[in-house]
C-alpha cells in the first residue's frame, strides 16, 4: 500500500528561534519559526537591514541558483540561500504551513544536517489543521539527462527515492540509497547525513566566496589521500549517498505539496532535482493533485482521488 501519508496540513504549535552560521557567507544568522495558517505554504520571509521584509514562497519557480546549494530569489539582489536541509525537515515532517523570518541571507548550516532543525521542531510542536492535505501524485515517467547525470519521476504507490552517486575518489566511491521516506523513516536514517566536500576543492570555494564557513564542525571533509579528515569519522558508512538523499528531499519539497512516486537520479545534485522537478511540473500529463476523499489524520497512496481547482502552495513555471 506505499508509504502512510498525513491526511490533514500542519504547522507547528509555536514559534522557535536557531542561530549560527551560513556554511558560505561566513556570517552570524538567526532564523525564527513562525505558526502559520492553512494554504499558507512555506515562507522564507528575509528580514533586511532597514527592517523592511520581502517573502519568499518556498516553490520551485522563486529557485534563482542551484549552485553548491538551493536558493530562493535573485542572486545577485535580495535571496535566501541553503533552503535544503530546512526544507527536506519540514516535508519529512509533514509541515505544510510554516513562516521562516531570517535576518540573513543564508539559512545557518548548524552541524551540516537535518538534525538540528527536526529537534527544533520537535521542541515547538506540530499541530494539525482540519484541512485535507493535498499530494501531487506522479502519473507517468518524466526524466531528464545533463552532462552525465539523469534523474527521473515515475509511478509508484508511495514516496520512494532511490539515489544513486559516483565519486571519483576511494573515501566515497559508489553508493546507493534506496527506499521508502516517511518521517520515521528519514529522521532515523537521513537527518543526521552531513554535508560534504573535498580539501582540493578549498581554495577555489574561497576564491569564489564559497564555504566561507565550512568547518569540519559543520561538513565531512575528504582529504588530498582520500581519507575523511574528521576526527570523529562517519555517521554511517554510506553518509554520502544519505545527505544527498536528504538534499533531495528539500529539493523537490519545493514543488509546493509532496509528491506520491519514485524520485530516482544518478549522480545528481541540487541542479539537477531543479531540473527534474519543473520538467513533471510542465507537463500537466505527468501529474494530478489528489487528496483523501474522507476527512483522517493517516491514510495511503491508494486512498487518494484526484481533485481539481488550486494548490494552496501553488507553483509557476
Known amino acids: ?22 556554511v558560505h557567507t561566513g556570517s552570524e544568522v538567526s ?10 505554504g512555506v515562507v522564507f520571509r528575509r528580514i533586511l537591514d532597514d527592517g523592511s521584509r520581502v517573502d519568499f514562497p518556498a516553490v520551485v519557480s522563486q529557485v534563482g541558483a542551484t549552485d553548491l546549494c538551493t536558493m ?11 533552503i535544503e536541509h530546512i526544507m527536506a525537515a519540514f516535508s519529512a515532517l509533514g509541515l505544510d504551513n510554516v513562516i521562516v523570518e531570517i535576518d540573513g541571507t543564508e539559512v545557518p548550516i548548524m552541524d551540516g544536517s537535518a538534525r538540528v532543525f527536526i529537534a527544533a521542531i520537535d521542541e515547538a510542536g506540530i499541530e494539525h489543521h482540519l484541512v485535507k492535505r493535498r499530494y501531487i501524485r506522479v502519473k507517468k515517467t518524466v526524466r531528464v539527462e545533463h552532462a552525465g547525470s539523469w534523474a527521473e519521476f515515475r509511478p509508484h504507490d508511495g514516496t520512494r527515492y532511490e539515489i544513486v552517486i559516483d565519486f571519483d575518489s576511494r573515501a566515497i566511491g559508489r553508493q546507493e540509497f534506496r527506499g521508502e521516506v516517511d518521517g520515521a ?7 543526521d547525513a552531513r554535508t560534504f566536500g573535498f580539501m582540493k576543492d578549498v581554495e577555489r570555494l574561497w576564491a569564489s566566496g564559497h564555504a566561507l564557513g565550512s568547518s569540519l564542525g559543520n561538513s565531512v571533509v575528504i582529504g588530498d589521500d582520500h581519507c575523511v579528515v574528521n576526527g570523529e569519522g562517519l555517521r554511517y558508512a554510506d553518509e554520502f549517498v544519505r545527505h544527498k538523499t536528504l ?7 519545493l514543488a509546493g505539496a509532496n509528491f506520491v512516486g519514485c524520485f530516482s537520479s544518478y549522480r545528481g545534485g541540487h541542479r539537477l532535482n531543479s531540473i527534474a522537478l519543473k520538467a513533471l511540473l510542465a507537463d500537466p500529463a505527468a501529474y494530478e493533485i489528489v487528496e483523501t476523499p474522507v476527512p483522517r489524520a493517516i491514510v495511503y497512496a491508494g486512498d487518494l482521488v484526484a481533485v481539481t481547482g488550486q494548490v494552496y502552495a501553488p507553483w509557476a513555471i
Open 72 to 82: 530562493l530569489g535573485n542572486p545577485a539582489g535580495v535571496h535566501v540561500s541553503t
Open 247 to 253: 538534499d533531495a528531499v528539500g529539493d523537490l519539497a
Open 1 to 22: 500500500m506505499g508509504t502512510d501519508l498525513r491526511g490533514y496540513q500542519a504547522s507547528l504549535r509555536k514559534a522557535v528561534s536557531l542561530s549560527g552560521i551560513g
Open 31 to 40: 532564523i525564527t519559526l513562525h505558526p502559520a495558517e492553512p494554504n499558507t
Open 185 to 191: 523513516v528519514f529522521c532515523e536514517e537521513l537527518a
